[in-house]
């Protein structure tokens, strides 16, 4: 059985088939052990009185708020209660000194791993329907049904559906070295695996090569996929590899990297234990913190879990 990563392992029964039935949907809504997780500009309140914890809610006191349609979305059942999450951006936070708003990276780490899953469903959700209130075919304004899975256009009849974006993520290594880049936006000494978004008609493998040699000159042969992630910012699903590098001498893409080096093994265990503290060392290179995968695919390479 593979690792689970943050934002992997939901808990919840998406009920995919059920959720077709707005009736039903509609009575989730009535019973009074349903939960509700509002999130405000994408963020969800969080109590923090003592462990933190998600702020699910009961339905009746944001009822005015789905009356006036903003978003809803059926996250699924669990043990035979409904788990919903609303768009509350529209709403004032009721005063609670023990809530807290905050963003999905920032908590992600402090709660319940199946908590974090149910987050990211909940804000790739929202943010989705956001984002695409317009049907794409005929620009009319389309309708969210089946409990927010799928929106639907009056006017066309067309479907759609809430997208994923597929990226590619991968550590590319020659015998005891490894490739990671750091990125232009990003200050400081902080390095990660190659990475960029699938193009159509592309395969994972296929794919790998292609954003390896782009970013760094260096050409890849045997490519092994180890474990993918959700990555809620907004919709991505991260697919991370070990690729094999043919070739040794880089070629960066100044417009998309500010460098790009070879680690030894050794160095990258160092880096590993770093990325872990929430003091870093100023100046010594480190990784991204465990929450993502790029963490994980370097840690298991340089502690010998993973070989290409
Ligand atoms: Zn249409």
Redesign the pocket.
């Known amino acids: 059985m593979e690792e689970i990563y943050c934002f992997a392992g939901n808990p919840l029964d998406r009920v995919s088939q059920r959720r077709q039935d707005a009736a039903w949907v509609a009575s989730l809504l009535q019973r009074p052990d349903t939960r509700l997780l509002p999130l405000q500009s994408l963020k969800p309140q969080v109590r923090h009185s003592s462990a933190v914890t998600l702020d699910w809610q009961s339905v009746a006191a944001w009822q005015p708020l789905i009356d006036a349609g903003n978003t809803l979305i059926l996250l699924g059942m669990r043990d035979g209660r409904a788990y919903f999450a609303l768009d509350a951006t529209a709403a004032t936070p009721p005063p609670d000194g023990d809530t807290v708003a905050m963003d999905a990276r920032a908590v992600a780490p402090l709660i319940d791993d199946g908590e974090a899953a149910i987050l990211a469903e909940a804000r790739s959700l929202i943010d989705w329907h956001a984002r695409h209130r317009f049907?794409?075919?005929?620009?009319?304004r389309?309708v969210p049904a089946a409990g927010g899975w799928v929106r639907h256009?009056?006017?066309?009849?067309?479907h759609h559906f809430p997208r994923v974006d597929p990226v590619v993520i991968m550590l590319a290594v020659r015998g005891e070295r490894c490739l990671l880049g750091r990125g232009r936006r990003r200050v400081g000494a902080r390095f990660s695996c190659l990475a960029g978004f699938m193009e159509p008609a592309e395969t994972l493998e296929e794919a790998v090569r292609r954003e390896v040699l782009e970013e760094s000159g260096i050409r890849i042969g045997r490519v092994r996929y180890l474990a993918s992630q959700p990555w809620p910012f907004p919709s991505s699903l991260m697919m991370g590899c070990l690729a094999e590098a043919l070739s040794e001498e880089i070629t960066i893409d100044p417009d998309e990297l500010a460098e790009v080096r070879w680690f030894e093994r050794e160095e990258v265990r160092a880096m590993v234990d770093r990325s872990r503290s929430d003091d870093p060392i100023p100046g010594l290179a480190t990784l991204p913190p465990p929450l993502a995968i790029g963490h994980q695919i370097a840690r298991r390479w340089a502690f010998g879990i993973d070989s290409v």
């Open positions: 049907c794409a075919q005929c620009g009319t389309s256009c009056p006017n066309c009849q067309a």
